[in-house]
């Protein structure tokens, strides 16, 4: 039974992310049916839902040319990579982060409601709408879903990662691992 005061939070699924993107995680895609299942769940109990995406402009500070550590052209807004898988449900509220040039964005807490300026930041909202609890899935382990959940609890929420619905970067080898210790470490709880 999904409570009212819980939120279920899905990090950057999207198009660049998955097999045959410009960043792709490995087994990406295969959150998405789990993920689907939990959309589900929380759309018949009324609950709210939240998507973050990344959506940086063409000459963001996270790219390799501009500096950064990523490939250049992931998630450009306005582009196919930075749209959501397509299998993905989306049916809830959508808030950008990486939009601006200069500020990498990796946690959820960092963006605004559809990445405009001035709009509620995710923290803000869960809050206005009277949310204790986060589930949260997506990709990937080791950066967007982990600095999620590490701010999320430093925002005062509870934290569950929902564990079937994540994948890894593993930029090396056991990173995705060393990030679940670390978020459980600093107090999130792990289902399945």
């Known amino acids: 039974m999904i409570a009212k005061d819980t939120c279920l939070a899905i990090v950057d699924v ?32 009324g609950s709210p839902i939240a998507y973050t995406q990344d959506w940086h402009p063409k000459n963001h500070c996270s790219f390799r040319e ?19 898988h397509p299998d993905l449900v989306v049916d809830g509220t959508i808030f950008r982060k990486g939009f601006l040039p200069d500020k990498e964005a990796y946690s959820g807490f960092d963006g605004t409601l559809d990445g405009k300026l001035g709009n509620p930041a995710l923290g803000q909202w869960l809050r206005e709408n ?21 701010d999320g ?36 709880q792990v289902y399945g």
């Not at 990030?179 to 600093?186: G, L, Q």
Request: aromatic share 8%; proline share 5%; charged share 20%.
């Open 14 to 45: 999207q198009n660049d992310f998955c097999p045959g993107g410009a960043l792709a995680v490995p087994g990406g895609d295969e959150v998405i049916p789990v993920i689907n299942s939990w959309i589900r769940r929380f759309q018949e109990a």
């Open 66 to 84: 501009n500096g950064g550590i990523w490939p250049p052209h992931h998630c450009v807004q306005r582009t196919r990579g930075a749209e959501f």
């Open 130 to 150: 009277g949310v204790k609890c986060l589930y949260v899935g997506g990709l990937a382990t080791d950066y967007c879903v982990k600095a999620a959940v590490l």
């Open 153 to 188: 609890i430093k925002e005062g929420f509870q934290v569950i990662l929902i564990r079937q619905g994540i994948r890894a970067v593993n930029v090396n080898t056991g990173d995705g691992d060393r990030a679940i210790e670390e978020m459980v470490e600093s107090g999130a």
